[in-house]
């Protein structure tokens, strides 16, 4: 058991973030399963991961010390992270660079065929069927952030009727060239893709074979000429968040298919700054095995961002609190 005196610099802080950066390289999933299990307190009470601790208090860790210590972090197998798991699904971080699925390039690592087999070597009895657990929704090969998988055939139909209908809210984190004049806004495109090219085209009217788009964006911070914003996908297209900010003149950083090149290598950036980093259930025709996710909020402890993003000054503030 490890005890932990709040310092004045941690006041008001959410304990997931305290435990996260007082851990540092120490999986979130650790303290996420310990939250469940409520073996986290505070002043003696035991806390909830979103509670906020205060100068003076006492924090109470019961987590065996071996998984205190710090992973290495230097293959990207060790950087997933499952975030959230009950008997139906499992929400997990995927590091950038990694597909989600196996396309027609042979790869040495593939999220859910990684995670099938994790799940194979359990020897607690929970192993799901052969293909699973499966993938629920796709996020690009260098996006980075949270993707929900599924356990069952049945879960799986019921998440993916969920997404359908839009009751399950997806927010992402994109540092962007170029700021935009609103602080909220709401945008409607028309999208094509281009499968000759491997991309997608935007247009500000339907289009033969485009579908239509609907993008929410926050502005959260600018220091010209970058900016940070949080983006909602309302719909959910291929590509859509970054062709559709790179139409509206905010492409997203490091970006190599719809950015700037210049401004790419200028950051030394490899891979786009879009992170999905937060989703929540909100489902509105209850009635499902899941409906005990109504209401659930998952988010991004902290953000691996490539270094050349400290560059921009976005970084300053904590997004987390």
């Known amino acids: 058991m490890r005890r932990i005196l709040v310092e004045i610099k941690d006041d008001n802080k959410r304990i997931d973030r305290f435990l996260t950066d007082r851990f540092a390289g120490v999986p979130a999933a650790v303290f996420f399963k310990a939250f469940r299990k409520r073996n986290i307190r505070v002043n003696g009470r035991r806390v909830s991961n979103d509670f906020r601790l205060h100068a003076g208090d006492i924090v109470e860790i019961f987590i065996p010390d071996e998984y205190l210590s710090p992973i290495k972090r230097d293959d990207p197998e060790s950087r997933i992270d499952i975030l959230y798991e009950d008997e139906y699904i499992m929400v997990v971080f995927k590091p950038q660079g990694i597909p989600v699925h196996q396309d027609s390039n042979r790869e040495d690592l593939v999220l859910d065929q990684y995670l099938q087999a994790l799940m194979v070597k359990r020897q607690d009895g929970t192993a799901p069927g052969p293909g ?15 993707v929900i998988l599924a356990k069952d055939e049945k879960s799986l139909e019921v998440m993916k009727d969920k997404f359908k209908n839009h009751e399950i809210r997806k927010f992402y984190l994109a540092c962007t060239y170029g700021i935009p004049s609103e602080k ?14 491997s991309q997608v085209r935007i247009f500000d009217r339907p289009v033969r074979g485009s579908m239509r788009i609907v993008t929410r964006f926050r502005l959260l911070k600018a220091v010209y000429p970058y900016a940070l914003l949080e983006v909602e996908l309302v719909t959910g297209r291929t590509h859509q968040i970054r062709a559709h900010l790179a139409w509206l003149g905010y492409p997203i950083l490091g970006d190599g298919k719809y ?48 270094k050349g993003i400290n560059d921009t000054g976005l970084l300053g503030n904590d997004l987390f609190e």
């Open 259 to 306: 950015g700037i090149s210049d401004i790419n290598r200028s950051l030394k950036l490899k891979m786009q700054a879009l992170f999905h980093y937060r989703l929540r259930f909100e489902f509105k025709n209850p009635g499902t095995h899941l409906d005990c996710l109504n209401g659930r909020e998952i988010s991004l402890p902290s953000i691996p961002w490539q």
């Open 184 to 197: 909220e806004a709401e945008y409607e495109a028309y999208l094509k893709k281009d499968a000759q090219n």
């Open 132 to 146: 699973f657990p499966a993938l629920c929704h796709r996020i690009d090969r260098n996006t980075g952030g949270l």
